[in-house]
């Protein structure tokens, strides 16, 4: 019998290891950070879709604000002859319920229940504004958006919200604030600076989303 165990230990070993990284394969894929990723991904190909000649997009750039110190990862940033977008992603599942006014958001699932509040993407997006336009130093408007990909926004009160569909329906009418092509190119090899040797890892900008949480 114990034989019969040592012919089979190599096989019991592989076997193991590969239940293990099967394992581990489905938790990252199930993961807030994956879902966030293919959402991304999904959003930079709409809005790809939705460029004009002379249109710049710079997707997942990392700025650290010269004053405050504190770091933004910004989802999309499209430099536009209809003018300067910051966009937001989120990918998340339920009924999300918030407003402009709101400081935080709730997300309410098919049981019933609710899910831990979250900051207004909003307003994270509104912090991103103010962290790229102080790194590029522009005065040109910014239009705040955010993205959610799975459209579940019928409880949102904002104007800055947008279904996939949405989105690319608004990008098609924008153009009250033309960003001048000189300041265009400007602001994108600056982004694709900082997108190519990012200021501070991906770690750092954890810790400063954990920091900023708790003020």
């Known amino acids: 019998m114990l034989d019969i165990l040592l012919d089979m230990l190599p096989f019991l070993l592989t076997a193991a290891a590969v239940l293990l990284a099967l394992y581990v394969l489905v938790r990252y894929l199930t993961s807030a950070r994956a879902r966030g990723r293919r959402g991304e991904k999904k959003v930079d190909r709409l809005l790809r879709s939705c460029m004009r000649e002379g249109d710049r997009l710079v997707s997942d750039v990392m700025?650290?604000?010269?004053?405050?110190?504190?770091?933004?990862?910004?989802?999309?940033?499209?430099?536009?002859?209809?003018?300067?977008?910051?966009?937001?992603t989120k990918n998340l599942t339920?009924?999300?319920?918030?407003?402009?006014?709101?400081?935080?958001?709730?997300?309410?699932?098919?049981?019933?229940?609710?899910?831990?509040?979250?900051?207004?993407?909003?307003?994270q997006n509104m912090t991103h504004i103010r962290t790229?336009?102080?790194?590029?130093?522009t005065g040109a408007w910014a239009e705040n958006l955010v993205v959610f990909v799975q459209g579940n926004i019928g409880h949102i009160k904002s104007e800055h919200v947008f279904s996939l569909r949405g989105l690319k329906?608004?990008?098609?009418?924008?153009?009250?604030?033309?960003?001048?092509?000189?300041?265009?190119?400007?602001?994108?090899?600056?982004?694709?600076g900082y997108k190519e040797h990012p200021p501070v890892s991906r770690a750092r900008h954890r810790r400063d989303v954990r920091k900023s949480k708790r003020r």
């Open 169 to 192: 329906i608004y990008l098609g009418r924008a153009g009250a604030h033309p960003l001048p092509a000189a300041e265009r190119d400007r602001i994108y090899e600056i982004l694709l």
């Open 94 to 123: 339920g009924d999300i319920i918030g407003s402009d006014g709101d400081g935080e958001w709730a997300r309410r699932f098919e049981n019933g229940r609710y899910g831990k509040p979250f900051l207004s993407p909003v307003r």
């Open 63 to 88: 700025l650290v604000h010269p004053q405050s110190g504190m770091s933004a990862q910004i989802d999309h940033v499209l430099l536009s002859t209809r003018g300067l977008f910051v966009i937001e």
């Open 132 to 137: 790229l336009k102080a790194v590029t130093q």
